[in-house]
């Protein structure tokens, strides 16, 4: 159920079967010659929509643009400060929060905004521990990265093995193929990806990694592989997600 | 052309050939018993389509959650500060600047957004005015509402008359509709929506409009008008882009 | 009765009869050859308390500067940051409510204002609508711009018809001409000025508009134009603050 | 040379004989039975204007709202954070240092400012001096109390002696006496005033100081005094503004 | 060396030979029946003073309170909302870095903190990374937990087993005990602690942890096993800081 | 008894005897070529400790950083800004209210933390007294500097005279030399310090004073006068201490 085309009164009617909501959360940011921009929105947002079939949670609309201060060296990339996206995650989370939602469940596609979702957490918890003795509605917020899980990883092993990488991964950009059926991409890639040797500000990312790629090799994708992995991760992530509902 | 759908070696050859950018931006907010939670940023993500079809522009991924703190009174509203989405403009035509985009063209869904959209350039053009003489690369930003063009407000007047209304609107649930054919809602409304009598807060809002809507008569939508008026905006703003790129 | 020439018994009193407030809000900015650096702030506060005669509306101090970053190039021109003004309305509304005024009326004196105005409207709404359900007093707040009315812009269109320009006009350097005798300047106008062509930064502002007006003929105001326009602001304004006060 | 009722060319005119500039900040807050709520603006404002004919300084328009968190138990106080009060004072001082500004002089009316005033000059010197090995344009900014004056000071002792107290002070009321003539208030003094005794909070600030005095007799303030401490203070201020001129 | 400790020649002369600086950084709050409130701060303060003997690192002050809001419902807690400790470590990063500090290591001693030093990082990186095509120096900051390393875990596991647990957990309380012998207290421990079951905000905390611990039991903990953790730490960090200070 | 070398039972023990807590914040700059980098924080971190014991006040972990953008001319100085001290010593004030602390009493080593102090308490009421007729639980917050206290400047006077100087003065040189008794420094003092002249921004400062001393002649300076000033302040803040948990 997409909150985005649903009314209010089927919002309203919703809530009384269940508290919880999926929100993904992404970035737009460069991935390699043949990956998409939109490569970490999108992959949250297909399996998302999945999740939200297999267990009839309520999704959310995409956050498309993360904290991807380290890929400004490429064309088309965009960015959040981590202190602004503090703002945009509390907001979203206290204004979802007077409708009664209660369980956040904020659904990563990207590995630069996991810090920042935590911290955001923290400062939503903060304001309630702070100030009060009482919370009157206490909040449960969780974040789990679509990529993170033991049947996707498994898959990713498998098919490809050393060359998955971290960054434009083979099955990031195999997700969106399949998710994107009319944008596959082809590039030829001028050998091997450097690997991971660590990330700091724009100039130095586009230093290290000069075609934006860490240690994959994305000319292995498939939409095949990316169905695969769509499937794997809902599966996962519907456990996860149920049992997070049901916590304490 | 899409940023999301696009590769970065995509992108900088556009840069090549333009440097002016779609921004939809929109709002996640109540439209009534039969309107779409997500009706103010699906209306203008798919005039930014055509846009970007018509004039070859990219099109930047939709801002999804405006400021609606007004409709928080309704299930499924979300609302960011003023101050919350000036930073989230600020940082992302900062952030695109860098790459030579200069041209950014905000396609706005939601009237509650126009002032902070405003008072984002301001604020954006505050930090190059207030600190130095001379700007490297000048910035121009404009923004538009898909609904304010002869074309759009002629079928709404012909179609509608006094029953477009200023919420919900007969002519924003019509294009969802032709966006989302498998999500048409229906409704029993009870009588005629109360004429628009001043927006405060989220409370107050509910009380004066009790299921949302404010004037309209939404059960007249269609998709074939939802089509028209798509077709009509993109006409009317691929003109205003296109002298918007070429204007000084 | 101005707020800064009371007491605060006297405030008190006034409180027992009306919960009405105007709030003069102004800038600090080039107006061309001849026009004052203070024309925006001047004209609100003499027609502010004109309105304060009319109506016994109490009438707060003038907020002098505004968001004017793109006079900033023209020597004595001020500005706040659109994030600046926010807090500074922000904090005069809530400090204000607490003694219970529940009416604000901004009289405004400067187009660079208006959407900064009603973004910090809903910022402080937002504060209410985000984490209650339940306002315990609902605000409400107002701008109109001294220049927004019928009888006002009658007379500019009679007496100076295409001269009378968007920036520094006729009207406004009359008004000051009116509430400041003493300071009544004369200048060289060389040739016409620049009709509108867009206002970005403030290199560029000074570029399109080089010696500061937009469109006007500002040697052709007189302070009896001014105090006609004076007195026709006030009558309006005095009609529309009235509807303000006893509205819902 | 008031900025408000200069035009920009005559502004530039005086930038090339002065950099410096007069800035009045004040308070808007209750001063006891007869006190007005604008004493604190009036006063800086009054005596500002004479120190700018004394001295030929161009003086910028008052800043009406201070940090008066403590006096909004009594009716019609207004207050700014200090956290808001900072970046106003950092965007008037940066904005008009683009001008060639460079000798910034706060002539402060309220006690309560003093710390904020003090802060918001370190912020601003922090931006240079965090950044950069070479300032291109040094700023001096310096806040004078205009009470802070052995000119003004001994005019009080020798007429209030114990009366003049620390907040609605005998001789600030006396300014606006002589500022505001038609604007003299009475009141009936139930008792003594209380002495100082700390200030904290709203409601401790009205708990102790009940009709918002603290230790003075207002009753005794006169016009006359009021001119004898407005010229004390211009001499003395004229002096110090002078030697801030000529400071390295 | 401790920058404390130094003069501003001895840390210039510093300078010749190094840009690396350790920085400690820990949090106050409550460590279960037995362990001290300052924990974590003394840990990382210890264990860093280590690292600077071993590797002549200079080692600034350590910052004392970070982000434990969910500890609030233990008497002496304290906590910096996490958009306030991204502001101070973005400045202490800022100032170093003038004077030519480049390699900044965050000694943390907070689990808590982990989040927001990142967000930290990236937010110092944005600055740079948003708004320049060149970064004139090229700043790396890095964090490290002082337990996260094979030696300390080995010794944690071979002392304590399952009851070493994860909060209050018996090597930091050891660590405490070895740094500040005078001040080891005793306990009567109530049952088991529980084990970790999420952490939301202060209540939820105390209510799922009633004596603060989380599945530790620091009875067992001993200042002779600190001094063994201790050294361990020390010895691994320093190569880790090593290899930092050679990196590209 | 020291905050982080307590449990929190026994901080709970004490607040059933007092609710008062003493909050040593100091600066991490310069003092001249013999002064440690850590004097204005090692000095109120030692008398805070011997004021501890005198009165049995609970006394907090130190801040170590302050306001010191003016040192930065300096290797080993660092800053925080105005506006992110603001911050910290709120949330430190409101996190510890929250267990039913109420006198704040902050122990100040560098001048140029008082503005900045004082605006944090404003801060702190200003969020009481905006919003509420009636705060739940009255705060105290109370800043006093080591150095302000009839003891101390008589030491100070009677040993050094006019060579105490006012940075990197003879006396808090002294205390640092008792306080670390391992870490005297010498130098060589090239001919008299300048007397102070002003304070703005780093690159004056160091121009202005060469080897960051004004007006002292710090090799003076001994442990044993140490001692005694440190004693003195002891004394005296010990009084006034006892004088602040008393009052109303």
Redesign the interface.
Known sequence: M???????????R??GTSTGIVMPIGS?E?????????TD??CPEVIARGLGEATGAMV??????G?A??H?????????????L???VR??V???A???FDRFFFLNGHG?N???????F??I??E????T???RR????KSANWWDSRGVSGIGKALYGADEGSHATCSEVSVTQYA?PD?I?S?NFEGRAPAY??I?????YRR?YPD?RIGSLPSLSTPEAGKRLVEASVRDLAETYRAFLN??
């Open positions: 997409q909150l985005q085309l649903s009314t209010w009164p089927e919002v309203e919703y809530l737009t460069q991935h390699g010659p043949n990956g998409l921009v939109g929105a999108i959310a609309p995409t956050i498309h643009v904290v201060q380290h400004l060296g490429f064309a088309g990339s965009m960015c959040l400060r981590p202190s602004t503090i703002q945009v907001d979203c206290v204004s979802l007077r409708h009664g630069g996991i810090a920042t979702i935590e911290a955001a923290a400062e918890h903060s309630v521990s702070m100030l003795r009482q919370a206490p909040l449960r917020c994107c944008h991409k590039a040797s660590g700091h500000d724009a100039d130095d290290r934006g916590a304490d």
